[in-house]
């Protein structure tokens, strides 16, 4: 289960007390499961040079995200690295490791785990290449990981579909299988390398649905969360859900 703890668009939230996390967990195990990711919120930019205010939000509210997530019993807090808004690749990823090593300490009790992003804009994360700069300059590497999302790595030119074994090579030699936290499992409604950042429907996009199977029963990938974002209301999350299990069996 993925949950945010509000609104991904704002920061207004409730105090911890009243978010019934006993209540939630004995709902989870009822249902068979045992594991919760948290997602930061969007609006949380750590890259952003341009205004040091919106820098300082992010630093001051992620503190807060890393306090509530441990509170709701999770060990990891997925988060988006963040769009350098026109300052530069170098000047963003430089302002996301300063805001790790702000928030991180010893006693950290959760893991921030950075997404793998479709590239647009000015976004950081497009490239493997660029969440091992962030990784490699974190003080507290052991608290730094990943979240890959398939959408999203589509969308930014790795082929899933044709190289499936490939892209997961090319993330093990930059960054490392081990660091894998999770997997959101996305189609797009773009080509590859598009670059847009707009999920579809397991079945409905430009991946192919069983290109989607097969990161599903990669073993590389054996045992991460698989989470859906895909644009739909409960009744298809459900639809999905049941497809994924007929097709895998």
């Excluded at 195990?29 to 949380?44: L, T």
């Excluded at 300052?87 to 702000?102: C, D, S």
């Excluded at 006693?107 to 997404?115: F, G, H, K, M, W």
């Excluded at 599903?216 to 045992?223: E, F, V």
Aim: proline share 4%.
């Amino acid at each position: 289960l993925m949950v945010y703890t509000g609104a991904p668009q704002n920061t207004r939230r409730k105090a911890i007390e009243e978010l019934r996390v006993e209540e939630g967990w004995e709902l989870m195990k009822a249902n068979g499961m045992d594991e919760i990711v948290i997602h930061a919120p969007y609006i949380i930019n750590l890259a952003n040079t341009v205004k040091p205010e919106t820098y300082e939000l992010a630093v001051e509210f992620l503190e807060k995200e890393i306090d509530r997530t441990a509170a709701m019993g999770s060990k990891v807090l997925i988060l988006h690295p963040g769009a350098h808004v026109g300052a530069g690749e170098e000047a963003g990823i430089k302002r996301i490791i300063e805001g790790l090593n702000t928030v991180l300490t010893a006693d950290t009790p959760v893991n921030i785990a950075l997404e793998t992003m479709a590239g647009k804009g000015s976004e950081v994360g497009g490239r493997f290449e660029q969440l091992r700069a962030i990784i490699d300059r974190v003080q507290l590497q052991a608290h730094v990981g990943v979240c890959l999302d398939t959408c999203h790595v589509w969308d930014a030119g790795y082929d899933i579909a044709g190289d499936l074994d490939g892209v997961l090579a090319e993330f093990d030699r930059v960054i490392g299988l081990g660091r894998l936290h999770a997997v959101h499992l996305n189609n797009s409604l773009n080509p590859c390398g598009n670059h847009k950042d707009r999920h579809a429907k397991l079945r409905d996009g430009c991946i192919p649905p069983e290109a989607l199977v097969r990161v599903t029963q990669h073993p590389a990938l054996a045992g991460l969360p698989f989470i859906l974002e895909t644009p739909n209301d409960d009744a298809g999350y459900a639809q999905e859900i049941a497809w994924l299990r007929t097709v895998r069996d």
